[in-house]
Antibody, heavy 122, light 110 residues
Framework: QLQLQESSPGLVKPSETLSLICTVS?????????WVWIRQTPGTGLEWIGS???????NYNPSLKSRVTMSVDTSKNQFSLKVRSVSAADTAIYYC???????????????WGHGTLVTVSS | NFLLTQPHSVSESPGKKVTISCTRS????????VQWYQQRPGSAPTTMIF?????ASGVPDRFSGSIDSSSNSASLTISGLKTEDEADYYC?????????FGGGTKLTVL
């Protein structure tokens, strides 16, 4: 059974870089699917941050693109997220998930990690 | 880019039927599939409906999805409401290389 687990950096200082790793188990990250980061600010809705294919190809939310970098490490079955120059507005629960594709089209986000709360504060 | 707009909250009694709407701001709602996710407090979202009207594995047939091109919106309908259906529901779609979520609807069953 596919499982995803986010790392837990906890507290990040304003203007610094938020770094998260998602470890995939029970399946290969080198499958015909994308891998995504989604965040949810406390009490509010979901926001797609970006998606990455095992080849390293990425798509980012235009509103975050200037501050976000995603990467993949197939040898460790992990993918990661970096958000630069964070502020209190980046305080959120960060989820990693699998973006399932079939027949070369997006289907849905079918497997999610439990989520990790990242707080931006000095 | 486009937006997906949902009502902030809906409420209905057990046994009744409720419909949650999701309106696309630009571009046709029919041009890309719509997904619906359920999220209970303290948990990650789970898929209820994918590809507009396909129920995910294990989802009861009380849940159904549809689109209405005249209003450029998608809908999630839950019939025979149960108290366990009380949760937040999010619609989601995509366009080119972007994935977009609606703002979410809190369903109260009372």
């Amino acid at each position: 059974q596919l499982q995803l687990q986010e790392s837990s950096p906890g507290l990040v200082k304003p203007s610094e870089t938020l770094s998260l790793i998602c470890t995939v188990s029970g399946g290969s990250i080198s499958s015909s699917n994308y891998w995504v980061w989604i965040r949810q600010t406390p009490g509010t809705g979901l926001e797609w941050i970006g998606s990455i294919y095992y080849s390293g190809s990425t798509n980012y939310n235009p509103s975050l693109k200037s501050r976000v970098t995603m990467s993949v490490d197939t040898s460790k079955n992990q993918f990661s997220l970096k958000v630069r120059s964070v502020s209190a507005a980046d305080t959120a629960i960060y989820y990693c998930a699998r973006e399932k594709w079939e027949l070369l089209r997006f289907v849905h986000f079918d497997n999610w990690g439990h989520g990790t709360l990242v707080t931006v504060s000095s | 880019n486009f937006l997906l707009t949902q009502p902030h909250s809906v409420s209905e009694s057990p046994g009744k039927k409720v419909t949650i709407s999701c309106t696309r701001s630009s571009g046709s709602i029919a041009s890309n599939y719509v997904q619906w996710y359920q999220q209970r407090p303290g948990s990650a979202p789970t898929t209820m409906i994918f590809e507009t009207n396909q129920r995910a594995s294990g989802v009861p047939d009380r849940f159904s999805g549809s689109i209405d091109s005249s209003s450029n919106s998608a809908s999630l309908t839950i019939s025979g409401l149960k108290t366990e259906d009380e949760a937040d529901y999010y619609c989601q779609s995509y366009d080119n290389n972007n994935r977009v979520f609606g703002g979410g609807t809190k369903l109260t069953v009372l």
